[in-house]
Protein backbone atom coordinates (compact mmCIF):
# COMPACT_ATOMS: atom_id res chain seq x y z
CA UNK A 1 0.00 0.00 0.00
CA UNK A 2 1.39 3.08 -0.89
CA UNK A 3 2.60 5.93 1.75
CA UNK A 4 4.25 9.05 2.23
CA UNK A 5 7.56 9.46 4.00
CA UNK A 6 8.70 12.61 6.01
CA UNK A 7 12.08 14.77 6.70
CA UNK A 8 13.58 13.90 9.05
CA UNK A 9 14.81 16.32 12.09
CA UNK A 10 17.51 18.35 10.16
CA UNK A 11 19.77 18.95 13.12
CA UNK A 12 19.45 21.98 16.66
CA UNK A 13 18.37 25.17 15.44
CA UNK A 14 17.82 23.88 11.99
CA UNK A 15 14.32 24.54 10.04
CA UNK A 16 14.44 23.98 6.80
CA UNK A 17 16.46 23.14 3.35
CA UNK A 18 16.82 22.60 -0.28
CA UNK A 19 16.58 19.89 -1.91
CA UNK A 20 20.61 19.24 -3.26
CA UNK A 21 19.82 16.15 -5.71
CA UNK A 22 17.16 13.25 -5.65
CA UNK A 23 19.38 10.17 -5.50
CA UNK A 24 17.02 7.82 -7.07
CA UNK A 25 14.25 7.87 -9.74
CA UNK A 26 10.98 6.60 -9.28
CA UNK A 27 10.59 3.36 -9.81
CA UNK A 28 13.66 2.58 -7.74
CA UNK A 29 13.71 -0.15 -4.87
CA UNK A 30 15.47 1.03 -1.64
CA UNK A 31 16.73 -0.53 1.40
CA UNK A 32 16.47 1.14 4.83
CA UNK A 33 19.43 3.46 5.22
CA UNK A 34 19.53 4.39 1.47
CA UNK A 35 20.41 7.18 0.76
CA UNK A 36 17.10 9.12 -1.03
CA UNK A 37 17.63 12.63 -1.37
CA UNK A 38 20.52 15.38 -0.21
CA UNK A 39 19.32 18.55 1.62
CA UNK A 40 21.32 21.55 2.06
CA UNK A 41 21.31 23.48 4.97
CA UNK A 42 22.87 26.20 6.54
CA UNK A 43 26.43 25.11 4.91
CA UNK A 44 26.06 21.47 5.16
CA UNK A 45 24.66 18.27 2.62
CA UNK A 46 22.79 16.06 4.25
CA UNK A 47 21.22 12.68 3.18
CA UNK A 48 18.30 12.11 4.05
CA UNK A 49 18.09 8.10 4.61
CA UNK A 50 15.00 5.55 3.80
CA UNK A 51 13.16 4.61 6.92
CA UNK A 52 12.33 1.40 5.43
CA UNK A 53 12.21 -1.52 2.83
CA UNK A 54 10.09 0.16 0.03
CA UNK A 55 9.75 0.91 -3.86
CA UNK A 56 10.10 4.88 -4.60
CA UNK A 57 6.17 5.63 -6.06
CA UNK A 58 6.67 9.33 -7.05
CA UNK A 59 8.83 12.53 -5.66
CA UNK A 60 6.35 15.06 -3.95
CA UNK A 61 9.39 17.40 -4.38
CA UNK A 62 11.80 19.00 -7.24
CA UNK A 63 15.33 19.77 -6.95
CA UNK A 64 15.63 23.39 -5.76
CA UNK A 65 12.58 23.28 -3.51
CA UNK A 66 12.69 24.35 0.29
CA UNK A 67 11.46 21.76 2.82
CA UNK A 68 11.01 21.73 6.50
CA UNK A 69 11.24 19.25 9.16
CA UNK A 70 8.17 16.84 8.73
CA UNK A 71 7.15 17.84 5.04
CA UNK A 72 6.09 14.73 3.13
CA UNK A 73 8.62 14.68 0.33
CA UNK A 74 8.32 10.86 -1.70
CA UNK A 75 5.88 8.28 -1.66
CA UNK A 76 6.72 4.58 -1.75
CA UNK A 77 5.19 1.57 -1.77
CA UNK A 78 6.74 0.13 1.51
CA UNK A 79 8.02 -3.56 1.83
CA UNK A 80 8.46 -6.18 -1.20
CA UNK A 81 5.25 -4.62 -2.76
CA UNK A 82 6.46 -3.07 -6.11
CA UNK A 83 4.87 -1.98 -9.53
CA UNK A 84 6.11 -1.50 -12.98
CA UNK A 85 8.27 1.31 -13.68
CA UNK A 86 6.90 4.38 -14.46
CA UNK A 87 7.25 5.93 -17.77
CA UNK A 88 10.19 7.88 -18.64
CA UNK A 89 8.49 11.06 -19.45
CA UNK A 90 5.94 10.80 -16.49
CA UNK A 91 9.06 10.20 -14.09
CA UNK A 92 10.63 13.26 -15.47
CA UNK A 93 7.78 15.17 -15.25
CA UNK A 94 7.10 14.45 -11.45
CA UNK A 95 10.73 15.28 -10.58
CA UNK A 96 10.28 18.55 -12.55
CA UNK A 97 7.07 19.36 -11.05
CA UNK A 98 5.72 20.07 -14.64
CA UNK A 99 2.33 17.21 -15.45
CA UNK A 100 2.15 15.10 -18.67
CA UNK A 101 -0.68 16.40 -20.73
CA UNK A 102 -4.11 14.40 -20.29
CA UNK A 103 -4.55 11.62 -22.71
CA UNK A 104 -8.41 12.44 -23.84
CA UNK A 105 -10.66 15.61 -23.68
CA UNK A 106 -12.42 14.26 -21.34
CA UNK A 107 -9.83 14.35 -18.78
CA UNK A 108 -8.64 17.53 -19.82
CA UNK A 109 -12.04 18.66 -18.82
CA UNK A 110 -12.22 16.80 -15.81
CA UNK A 111 -8.62 18.63 -14.65
CA UNK A 112 -10.05 22.12 -15.37
CA UNK A 113 -12.86 21.68 -12.66
CA UNK A 114 -10.52 20.59 -9.97
CA UNK A 115 -9.09 22.46 -7.12
CA UNK A 116 -5.70 24.21 -8.38
CA UNK A 117 -3.20 22.57 -6.02
CA UNK A 118 0.57 22.54 -6.24
CA UNK A 119 1.41 19.86 -9.00
CA UNK A 120 1.25 16.25 -7.85
CA UNK A 121 3.08 13.53 -9.66
CA UNK A 122 1.05 11.09 -11.50
CA UNK A 123 1.86 7.51 -10.18
CA UNK A 124 0.69 4.48 -11.79
CA UNK A 125 -1.58 1.87 -9.41
CA UNK A 126 0.20 -0.39 -7.18
CA UNK A 127 -2.63 -3.18 -7.52
CA UNK A 128 -5.85 -3.68 -9.42
CA UNK A 129 -8.21 -2.05 -7.63
CA UNK A 130 -12.18 -1.35 -8.96
CA UNK A 131 -11.75 1.99 -7.75
CA UNK A 132 -8.74 4.59 -8.76
CA UNK A 133 -6.24 5.51 -5.80
CA UNK A 134 -7.02 8.99 -4.30
CA UNK A 135 -3.88 11.29 -4.91
CA UNK A 136 -1.18 12.14 -2.29
CA UNK A 137 -1.93 14.29 -0.13
CA UNK A 138 1.14 16.52 0.26
CA UNK A 139 2.03 17.85 4.33
CA UNK A 140 1.14 21.45 4.65
CA UNK A 141 3.48 23.06 7.98
CA UNK A 142 1.63 25.90 8.13
CA UNK A 143 -1.81 26.89 8.80
CA UNK A 144 -2.78 28.85 5.87
CA UNK A 145 -2.80 27.01 2.18
CA UNK A 146 0.20 26.68 -0.01
CA UNK A 147 0.22 29.46 -3.01
CA UNK A 148 -0.79 27.69 -5.66
CA UNK A 149 2.80 28.35 -7.99
CA UNK A 150 4.83 25.34 -9.41
CA UNK A 151 8.50 24.79 -9.09
CA UNK A 152 10.09 27.13 -11.40
CA UNK A 153 8.03 30.30 -10.53
CA UNK A 154 8.95 29.50 -6.28
CA UNK A 155 12.55 29.60 -7.09
CA UNK A 156 12.20 32.93 -9.14
CA UNK A 157 10.68 34.11 -6.09
CA UNK A 158 13.41 32.54 -3.69
CA UNK A 159 16.16 34.02 -5.91
CA UNK A 160 14.56 37.42 -6.55
CA UNK A 161 13.92 37.87 -2.26
CA UNK A 162 9.95 37.71 -2.97
CA UNK A 163 7.64 35.86 -0.37
CA UNK A 164 5.28 33.95 -3.27
CA UNK A 165 2.88 34.21 -0.95
CA UNK A 166 2.15 38.02 -1.48
CA UNK A 167 2.24 37.68 -4.86
CA UNK A 168 -1.19 37.51 -7.09
CA UNK A 169 -1.85 34.62 -9.43
CA UNK A 170 -3.55 35.44 -13.18
CA UNK A 171 -3.89 31.57 -14.25
CA UNK A 172 -6.79 29.94 -13.53
CA UNK A 173 -7.78 29.46 -10.06
CA UNK A 174 -5.05 32.13 -9.41
CA UNK A 175 -2.43 30.26 -10.08
CA UNK A 176 1.07 31.77 -9.97
CA UNK A 177 3.41 32.11 -12.54
CA UNK A 178 7.08 33.42 -13.32
CA UNK A 179 5.78 36.45 -15.29
CA UNK A 180 3.38 36.78 -12.25
CA UNK A 181 6.81 37.25 -9.96
CA UNK A 182 8.14 39.39 -12.13
CA UNK A 183 5.66 41.29 -11.95
CA UNK A 184 5.08 41.96 -8.56
CA UNK A 185 8.83 43.02 -8.77
CA UNK A 186 8.02 45.63 -11.23
CA UNK A 187 5.26 46.94 -9.52
CA UNK A 188 7.39 47.81 -6.36
CA UNK A 189 10.05 49.31 -8.01
CA UNK A 190 8.15 51.70 -9.34
CA UNK A 191 6.40 52.67 -5.89
CA UNK A 192 10.29 52.80 -4.62
CA UNK A 193 11.08 55.11 -7.66
CA UNK A 194 7.79 57.24 -6.93
CA UNK A 195 8.95 57.75 -3.38
CA UNK A 196 7.07 54.55 -1.26
CA UNK A 197 10.36 53.38 -0.47
CA UNK A 198 11.81 56.71 0.54
CA UNK A 199 12.28 55.13 4.34
CA UNK A 200 14.88 52.27 3.06
CA UNK A 201 12.13 49.98 4.34
CA UNK A 202 11.57 46.51 2.28
CA UNK A 203 8.13 46.15 0.77
CA UNK A 204 5.63 43.46 2.98
CA UNK A 205 6.82 39.58 1.66
CA UNK A 206 10.16 41.20 0.45
CA UNK A 207 13.81 41.84 0.68
CA UNK A 208 14.94 44.81 -0.57
CA UNK A 209 14.62 44.93 -4.18
CA UNK A 210 17.70 45.56 -6.81
CA UNK A 211 17.65 48.13 -9.57
CA UNK A 212 17.62 47.05 -12.94
CA UNK A 213 20.95 46.68 -13.94
CA UNK A 214 20.29 45.53 -17.23
CA UNK A 215 19.08 49.37 -17.99
CA UNK A 216 23.26 50.06 -18.38
CA UNK A 217 24.59 46.82 -19.72
CA UNK A 218 24.33 43.09 -19.76
CA UNK A 219 24.59 41.26 -16.75
CA UNK A 220 24.80 37.97 -15.96
CA UNK A 221 22.56 36.38 -12.86
CA UNK A 222 23.95 33.92 -10.28
CA UNK A 223 21.46 32.53 -7.41
CA UNK A 224 23.43 32.01 -4.19
CA UNK A 225 23.55 27.93 -3.52
CA UNK A 226 22.25 27.17 -0.12
CA UNK A 227 26.00 27.75 1.81
CA UNK A 228 26.00 31.09 0.14
CA UNK A 229 22.60 32.17 1.15
CA UNK A 230 23.74 30.83 4.66
CA UNK A 231 26.72 32.75 4.92
CA UNK A 232 24.63 36.57 3.78
CA UNK A 233 21.96 35.73 6.25
CA UNK A 234 24.35 34.77 9.13
CA UNK A 235 26.95 38.06 7.80
CA UNK A 236 23.22 40.05 8.07
CA UNK A 237 22.32 38.86 10.96
CA UNK A 238 26.08 39.57 13.05
CA UNK A 239 25.91 42.94 11.79
CA UNK A 240 22.45 43.94 12.72
CA UNK A 241 22.47 42.41 15.84
CA UNK A 242 25.69 42.28 17.37
CA UNK A 243 27.86 46.00 17.95
CA UNK A 244 31.25 45.37 16.44
CA UNK A 245 34.77 46.65 17.64
CA UNK A 246 38.43 45.62 16.82
CA UNK A 247 42.15 45.72 18.71
CA UNK A 248 45.00 44.51 16.68
CA UNK A 249 48.01 43.91 17.65
CA UNK A 250 51.68 42.31 15.91
CA UNK A 251 53.25 39.80 18.00
CA UNK A 252 56.69 38.38 16.35
CA UNK A 253 56.83 34.35 15.97
CA UNK A 254 60.21 34.13 14.37
CA UNK A 255 60.93 31.14 17.89
CA UNK A 256 57.49 29.63 16.75
CA UNK A 257 58.82 28.95 13.37
CA UNK A 258 62.13 28.11 14.32
CA UNK A 259 60.19 25.50 16.15
CA UNK A 260 57.69 24.71 13.81
CA UNK A 261 60.61 23.46 11.61
CA UNK A 262 61.79 21.33 13.47
CA UNK A 263 59.16 19.25 14.32
CA UNK A 264 58.23 18.98 10.63
CA UNK A 265 61.62 17.52 10.54
CA UNK A 266 61.02 15.46 12.95
CA UNK A 267 57.48 14.39 12.28
CA UNK A 268 57.27 14.88 8.24
CA UNK A 269 53.38 13.30 8.65
CA UNK A 270 52.36 15.92 11.05
CA UNK A 271 49.91 18.65 9.81
CA UNK A 272 51.51 20.88 11.77
CA UNK A 273 50.11 24.27 9.66
CA UNK A 274 50.72 27.55 11.56
CA UNK A 275 46.71 27.77 11.77
CA UNK A 276 46.92 24.69 13.80
CA UNK A 277 49.75 26.32 16.33
CA UNK A 278 47.33 29.30 16.99
CA UNK A 279 44.47 27.31 17.35
CA UNK A 280 46.46 25.50 20.38
CA UNK A 281 47.39 28.84 21.71
CA UNK A 282 44.04 29.96 20.90
CA UNK A 283 42.03 26.97 22.96
CA UNK A 284 44.73 27.55 26.05
CA UNK A 285 44.17 31.07 26.22
CA UNK A 286 40.48 31.09 26.18
CA UNK A 287 40.63 29.17 29.33
CA UNK A 288 41.81 32.27 31.18
CA UNK A 289 39.01 34.18 29.79
CA UNK A 290 35.97 33.17 30.35
CA UNK A 291 34.05 36.09 29.86
CA UNK A 292 34.90 36.08 26.21
CA UNK A 293 34.79 32.42 25.49
CA UNK A 294 30.80 33.08 26.25
CA UNK A 295 27.45 34.05 24.41
CA UNK A 296 25.50 37.39 25.24
CA UNK A 297 21.35 36.51 25.88
CA UNK A 298 20.39 39.95 24.85
CA UNK A 299 16.55 38.76 26.33
CA UNK A 300 17.78 38.10 29.71
CA UNK A 301 20.53 40.38 29.12
CA UNK A 302 23.29 38.51 30.80
CA UNK A 303 26.68 36.59 29.53
CA UNK A 304 26.51 32.81 29.29
CA UNK A 305 30.17 31.17 29.98
CA UNK A 306 30.54 27.96 28.42
CA UNK A 307 32.66 25.00 30.69
CA UNK A 308 34.08 23.90 27.47
CA UNK A 309 36.15 25.37 24.91
CA UNK A 310 35.04 24.86 21.32
CA UNK A 311 37.08 26.19 18.90
CA UNK A 312 35.68 27.22 15.33
CA UNK A 313 38.83 27.21 12.39
CA UNK A 314 37.22 28.92 9.19
CA UNK A 315 37.74 26.91 6.22
CA UNK A 316 37.75 28.11 2.96
CA UNK A 317 35.90 25.56 -0.03
CA UNK A 318 35.34 25.20 -3.48
CA UNK A 319 31.38 25.88 -2.03
CA UNK A 320 31.82 28.89 0.52
CA UNK A 321 33.19 29.83 3.90
CA UNK A 322 32.42 26.88 6.49
CA UNK A 323 33.55 27.24 9.83
CA UNK A 324 33.78 23.28 11.66
CA UNK A 325 34.42 23.12 15.54
CA UNK A 326 37.30 21.22 17.40
CA UNK A 327 35.84 20.03 20.53
CA UNK A 328 37.38 20.15 23.61
CA UNK A 329 40.45 22.15 22.09
CA UNK A 330 42.31 23.31 24.92
CA UNK A 331 42.41 19.79 26.39
CA UNK A 332 44.38 18.44 22.84
CA UNK A 333 47.74 18.00 22.79
CA UNK A 334 49.48 19.36 19.61
CA UNK A 335 49.86 16.55 17.63
CA UNK A 336 46.02 15.36 18.34
CA UNK A 337 44.47 19.09 17.36
CA UNK A 338 46.61 19.33 14.31
CA UNK A 339 45.59 16.26 12.94
CA UNK A 340 41.75 16.59 13.23
CA UNK A 341 42.19 19.84 12.43
CA UNK A 342 43.26 18.47 9.13
CA UNK A 343 40.53 15.97 9.26
CA UNK A 344 37.75 18.50 9.31
CA UNK A 345 39.44 21.15 6.62
CA UNK A 346 39.84 18.25 4.44
CA UNK A 347 35.91 16.88 5.06
CA UNK A 348 34.61 20.55 4.56
CA UNK A 349 36.45 20.76 1.13
CA UNK A 350 34.95 17.48 0.12
CA UNK A 351 31.21 18.43 1.72
CA UNK A 352 31.47 15.63 4.38
CA UNK A 353 30.78 17.07 7.00
CA UNK A 354 27.88 16.96 9.69
CA UNK A 355 25.70 19.21 10.98
CA UNK A 356 26.74 18.35 14.54
CA UNK A 357 30.21 19.18 12.98
CA UNK A 358 29.24 22.94 12.76
CA UNK A 359 27.46 23.68 15.80
CA UNK A 360 28.75 24.87 19.26
CA UNK A 361 31.73 26.93 18.87
CA UNK A 362 32.56 29.59 21.63
CA UNK A 363 34.84 31.64 19.12
CA UNK A 364 36.23 31.70 15.58
CA UNK A 365 39.62 31.48 14.18
CA UNK A 366 40.28 32.73 11.24
CA UNK A 367 43.47 32.79 8.83
CA UNK A 368 43.94 34.78 5.78
CA UNK A 369 47.69 34.93 5.91
CA UNK A 370 48.11 31.76 3.21
CA UNK A 371 46.18 34.27 0.41
CA UNK A 372 48.13 37.05 1.37
CA UNK A 373 45.99 39.29 3.28
CA UNK A 374 48.56 41.30 5.74
CA UNK A 375 44.94 41.96 8.35
CA UNK A 376 41.26 41.79 8.48
CA UNK A 377 38.52 43.31 10.67
CA UNK A 378 36.62 39.82 10.79
CA UNK A 379 32.92 39.98 11.96
CA UNK A 380 32.07 38.24 14.86
CA UNK A 381 30.37 34.49 14.11
CA UNK A 382 26.87 34.71 15.95
CA UNK A 383 26.18 33.71 19.02
CA UNK A 384 29.68 33.79 19.64
CA UNK A 385 30.93 37.36 21.00
CA UNK A 386 34.54 37.60 19.23
CA UNK A 387 37.07 36.23 16.00
CA UNK A 388 40.98 36.20 15.95
CA UNK A 389 41.38 37.34 12.38
CA UNK A 390 45.10 36.20 11.71
CA UNK A 391 46.89 38.16 8.63
CA UNK A 392 49.96 37.37 6.63
CA UNK A 393 53.27 37.19 8.57
CA UNK A 394 55.60 40.02 7.28
CA UNK A 395 59.69 40.55 7.53
CA UNK A 396 59.81 43.76 10.25
CA UNK A 397 62.63 45.74 11.00
CA UNK A 398 62.67 46.86 14.70
CA UNK A 399 65.00 48.95 17.68
CA UNK A 400 65.73 46.81 20.04
CA UNK A 401 68.21 47.86 22.64
CA UNK A 402 69.78 50.81 20.03
CA UNK A 403 70.03 47.95 17.57
CA UNK A 404 68.07 47.18 13.91
CA UNK A 405 67.01 43.87 14.16
CA UNK A 406 64.72 42.31 11.49
CA UNK A 407 61.65 40.26 12.33
CA UNK A 408 58.49 38.53 11.74
CA UNK A 409 56.11 39.91 12.63
CA UNK A 410 52.16 38.49 12.28
CA UNK A 411 49.20 40.95 12.67
CA UNK A 412 46.24 39.51 15.16
CA UNK A 413 42.74 41.25 15.20
CA UNK A 414 40.46 40.25 17.46
CA UNK A 415 36.64 41.36 16.91
CA UNK A 416 34.40 41.34 19.56
CA UNK A 417 30.29 42.01 20.90
CA UNK A 418 31.26 45.50 22.61
CA UNK A 419 28.09 45.00 25.21
CA UNK A 420 29.77 42.36 26.73
CA UNK A 421 33.47 42.89 26.59
CA UNK A 422 35.74 46.18 26.52
CA UNK A 423 38.72 47.13 24.72
CA UNK A 424 40.91 46.12 27.76
CA UNK A 425 39.63 42.86 27.73
CA UNK A 426 40.25 42.59 24.07
CA UNK A 427 43.52 44.01 24.67
CA UNK A 428 44.53 41.38 27.46
CA UNK A 429 43.93 38.64 25.53
CA UNK A 430 45.83 39.91 22.68
CA UNK A 431 48.66 40.25 25.32
CA UNK A 432 48.27 36.53 26.66
CA UNK A 433 47.68 35.14 23.18
CA UNK A 434 51.12 37.09 21.69
CA UNK A 435 53.01 35.37 25.07
CA UNK A 436 52.56 31.98 23.95
CA UNK A 437 53.21 32.28 20.72
CA UNK A 438 56.60 34.34 21.22
CA UNK A 439 57.62 31.21 23.32
CA UNK A 440 56.86 27.85 21.81
CA UNK A 441 57.04 26.15 25.07
CA UNK A 442 54.51 27.83 26.44
CA UNK A 443 52.14 26.01 24.02
CA UNK A 444 52.51 22.92 25.57
CA UNK A 445 51.03 24.15 28.93
Known amino acids: MAETWQVPALGDGVSEGVVARLVVTAGTRVSEGDPLLEIETDKVVMEVPAPADGVVEAW ?37 GAMP ?22 VMPVEPSPEPAP ?36 GRRGRISKQDVKRHVREHQAADASGAGVTGTPAPGMAAVLPDLSAFGPVTVHPLDGIGRAVAGNMQRAWREVPHAWVTREVGIDALAEARARLRARHPDLPLTMTALLAVALARVLREFPWINAAYDAQAQARVLRENVHLGVAVDTPRGLVVPVLRDADRLGIAELATRLAALAEAAREGRLSAADLRGGSLTLSNLGGLGATSLLPMVNWPEVAILGVGASEQRLRLVDGEVVAETRLSLTLGFDHRVINGADAARLLARLAERLEEPLALAL
Open 101 to 122: DAADPAEQAAEAEAPVVEPAPQ
Open 135 to 170: PPKMTVTSDAEPAPAGPAARRLARELGVDIAQVTGT
Open 60 to 96: LVAEGDTLTEGAAYVQVVAGDAGRAPVDTEVETKAET
